[in-house]
């Protein structure tokens, strides 16, 4: 299904980007990362306009066409107290604007079925303290996703990801921190990238400007103190 397809993949150095670009070779796809991190097609800054179209200008040489695009790459975590103009400025260029130039740029080049996915965050609907920058650029992306869904009709379908708590290092956890998962566990990357996978594929032909949050349940679970093996205290969980 995805043999000799183009897959873009920003931040694929690492984390949950690194597994989805594995998951798309494995498949048979040819995958294009940028990444700020070395890796083995382009290292760029997200944030850098300049960047971004050298990128492009480098995926189009090499095959011309785009099939799914995959804006998977952080923006910078920091919060009311501390983050400054020029950050949480950045966080929306890495988070938000971003993805938003790159699917222009590739727009014109989408091959038939293309699918773009975008990476949100179940932090999207909810927060912890001073975690501003990440939660705006996320709740954007969230919002660009069935914007961009509208407006490339019949030449792309997207959506995007929320995923919930993800260990990047694939740990497993036990206690409270797997009991406020009603799925009974913390999730891994694999976790997200069969479902990215799953949204570039024909399976998922009926479905666009759709967010699908994958957390175990996270989100759905209702926790009072000494619940579940949390307590309060100080006005600090666990």
Known sequence: ?????VAVVTGGAQGIGKTIAEEFRSAGAHVCVIDLLPNDYFVGDLAKQSDLESFAQKVLA???????????????MKGLDTCTYEEFSYAMQVGVI???????????HFAPGASVVNISSS????????TESYTAAKGGISALTH?????????????????GWID????????????QHPAGRVGN???????????????????????ICIDGGMTRQMIYHDEFGWTLHGGNDR
């Not at 090499?62 to 910078?76: K, S, T």
């Open 1 to 5: 299904m995805f043999q000799n397809r």
């Open 98 to 108: 971003a993805p938003f130039y790159l699917t222009k740029l590739f727009a014109p």
């Open 62 to 76: 090499d095959y011309g066409q785009v099939d799914f695009l995959v804006n998977n790459a952080l923006p910078l």
């Open 147 to 163: 914007a961009l869904a509208v407006s490339l009709a019949g030449k792309a379908r997207v959506n995007s990801i929320s995923p």
């Open 189 to 211: 990357p694999m976790d997200i990238a069969n479902m990215v996978l799953y949204l570039c594929s024909d399976k998922a032909g009926f479905l666009t400007g759709e967010n």
């Open 168 to 179: 990047t290092g694939f740990a497993e956890y036990h206690g409270p921190d797997a009991f």
């Open 123 to 130: 932090r999207d609907r909810m927060s912890q303290p001073q």
